[in-house]
Structure formats: C-alpha cells, structure tokens
C-alpha cells in the first residue's frame, strides 16, 4: 500500500509560468488536505477537498490558486500566473474519511519561482 | 498569539539525553498531532492523540485535554532525532478537520 505520493518533488518556475502540482492519496482515501510552508514559516491550511468536491477553501488565495479532486485520477493544486512569494513547500495529506482522523503526509512538492 | 505555541523553537541535546518538547493550544480539538519533519524532507505523522499517553519505541507523547497542553519526549536522544518536531491541532466543530500547526521545534542531537 503505498503512501501518499506527491509529484514532481521539486518544480521551477519562471514568474508569470503556471505550476501544476498533483497528489495521490493513499488506497481507500477520499479526503485530501493541502497546505503550504512558506519559507521559515510553519504549515498553514490550504484546502480540503472529497472526491469531485471543494469542501473548504478558506485558506486558499483568493486569486490564482484553485484545486480539484476529480472522480478519477490525482488531486490538483494548480497555481495561474506564479509570483516569487509563491516559493514554498507544498505539502498534501489523505485520510480515509473525515471521522477517521488519521492522517498521511506526502513528501511534498518545492516549488521555486525565479 | 497563534493559536498552538510550541516551545522551545530551538533544543541542543547531547547523545542520551531525555527531551521533551510542549505544545499548548487555545482552540477546542477533536485530536493532536505531533510531526516529524527533516530538512528538505517530507513529513512523518509520529503520534495522534485525543487523550492520556501514547508510547512508540523511544517516542513518548501525553495531553492534558483540561488543560489545553501536550507533549513529546524522547528518551535516549539519538543525532538521528535531530528533526523538527511539529505540533498540530485538528480543531474540532465544523466540516473540514483542518490542522492549525505550531511552528515547531526544531532539535539538534549531538553525538
């Protein structure tokens, strides 16, 4: 059973570029969480999204950001028209469902926008 | 003030040591997380704890519900614990379950 599993690790950027980050919940799991470290920042709530549903995006940037979880395939975080403050550690985590609390941590995607 | 404190934001210990490292919260929780986090690296759920006292190996985490308080500790610290160690709060109430994290620990062991 493989964990969650984030792609790409690392991903540059030019500014004005759009980056597609893409994560695989672990099997069984139809919860998605996203959150973002900011450079010598701690983590903080993105998004959290089921299967085909936006649940909550009150941490999402109004502009430029979106997320998708279709009924098929990874989650998206897709960020249009990237800036330097857009740097950042991107974090996704899965669970099995919102009462089962455990949750699992991929290994993140990087992104640096030059 | 955030709403989980972690302190200390920096510990130096020597091979051996017993080290504890607390979290105090001021939201209402469903659970607590402590996390594991190496440079550049990924991040490794060590515990999740609604009450009393979870043990794993070297690993000791406890909470105070009453209290709004836990803690990590690590008994015969190793440099292969050197890590930041992160506290989160999975706020209870509402739909999403979200996790409010402190800003962590990070921790050097020396040999």
């Known amino acids: 059973n493989a964990g969650v599993m984030q792609n790409p690790r690392h991903l540059v950027r030019r500014r004005g570029q759009e980056a597609r980050l893409r994560c695989s919940p672990m099997k069984g799991h139809s919860h998605v969480y996203w959150y973002r470290q900011l450079p010598e920042e701690g983590l903080k709530f993105m998004v959290y999204l089921q299967k085909e549903n936006i649940i909550d995006e009150s941490g999402m940037p109004k502009e430029r950001f979106s997320a998708e979880f279709p009924k098929e395939g990874p989650s998206i975080l897709r960020i249009q028209q990237v800036v330097r403050g857009d740097s950042a550690a991107y974090f996704c985590?899965?669970?099995?469902?919102?009462?089962?609390?455990?949750?699992?941590f991929g290994q993140g995607t990087r992104l640096t926008v030059v | 003030k955030n709403e989980v404190e972690q302190s200390p934001q920096n510990l130096t210990a020597q091979e051996g040591e017993f080290i504890t490292i607390n979290c105090s919260y001021s939201?209402?929780?469903?659970?607590l997380h402590w996390l594991q986090q190496h440079p550049g690296g990924g991040i490794v759920s060590l515990f999740m704890?609604?009450?009393g006292k979870k043990k794993h190996g070297r690993l000791i985490a406890t909470i105070n519900i009453q209290e709004k308080h836990s803690s990590l500790h690590i008994t015969a610290s190793h440099p292969r614990d050197s890590a930041v160690y992160i506290c989160?709060?999975?706020?209870?109430?509402?739909?999403?379950?979200?996790?409010?994290f402190g800003t962590g620990t990070l921790l050097a062991v020396q040999p």
């Open positions: 989160a709060a999975m706020e209870s109430g509402g739909a999403t379950n979200k996790l409010i």
């Open positions: 704890l609604s009450s």
């Open positions: 985590a899965s669970s099995r469902d919102r009462l089962n609390t455990e949750a699992f």
């Open positions: 939201v209402g929780i469903s659970a």
